[in-house]
């Protein structure tokens, strides 16, 4: 599995990766701080390992998505995550850079598919995913008025296009926690998310 994006080592080094893990931690402890939505009850550490596709080989051992546990109604809460977009097999940054040149049209489909090694058909899905389902999630409809995103845009070009940063990596990093409550079910319904920007990003 050999995506270009990662190859170069813009988003897929160990240094990355660890960074991601920590907002994942951070944002794991916040949702068991919250206990569990369903009955208050305590909440316990119940990770589960992933491998995910788009990261090197050496990082992709040992992957472990945060996961909780109700310890009185045993409902299992899944708090908001960096790494991984819901339940897709690639990671979130390959994710959402690969879908925004999916979604920006004038290439086909079929060499983006070719060089990042990602059958067209999934291709297909996650454009079809943020150009028609994405912009009716109520967390869109929530966000949008905050950032007054013109409505003929289609929202990852614009989230991509305006996320400060001054590499294409920190804007795909702030990116990811800007679009952490579409990931988690722990995110969802509890109001607004922290500001991208107030998350401190690795700048280069
Ligand atoms: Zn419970």
């Known amino acids: 599995m050999s995506h270009k994006l990662f190859r170069h080592s813009i988003l897929s080094t160990a240094r990355v990766w660890d960074f991601l893990k920590q907002v994942d931690a951070t944002e794991a402890q916040a949702c068991r701080a919250a206990r569990c939505p369903r009955c208050g009850g305590a909440l316990h550490s119940a990770t589960y390992p992933r491998k995910p596709h788009g990261l090197a080989a050496g990082l992709r051992d040992d992957v472990r998505r945060f996961s909780l546990c109700c310890s009185v109604c045993r409902r299992r809460v899944k708090p908001a995550s960096v790494r991984f977009f819901g339940r897709r097999f ?8 690969v879908s925004a040149l999916a979604v920006a049209g004038g290439v086909r489909l079929q060499t983006i598919a070719r060089r990042w090694g990602i059958p067209s058909s999934t291709l297909k899905r996650w454009r079809r995913w943020w150009l028609e389902a994405f912009p ?15 409505p003929e845009e289609p929202p990852l070009r614009w989230l991509l296009r305006n996320m400060r940063g001054s590499s294409l990596r920190s804007r795909v990093l702030r990116s990811l926690v800007w679009l952490m409550p579409w990931t988690g079910l722990c995110a969802l319904g509890a109001g607004r998310a922290s500001p991208a920007e107030s998350v401190s990003v690795m700048h280069g």
């Open 90 to 97: 690639y990671v979130g940054a390959l994710f959402v850079v």
């Open 136 to 150: 009716l999630t109520r967390q869109w409809q929530a966000k949008r008025s905050e950032l007054a995103a013109p």
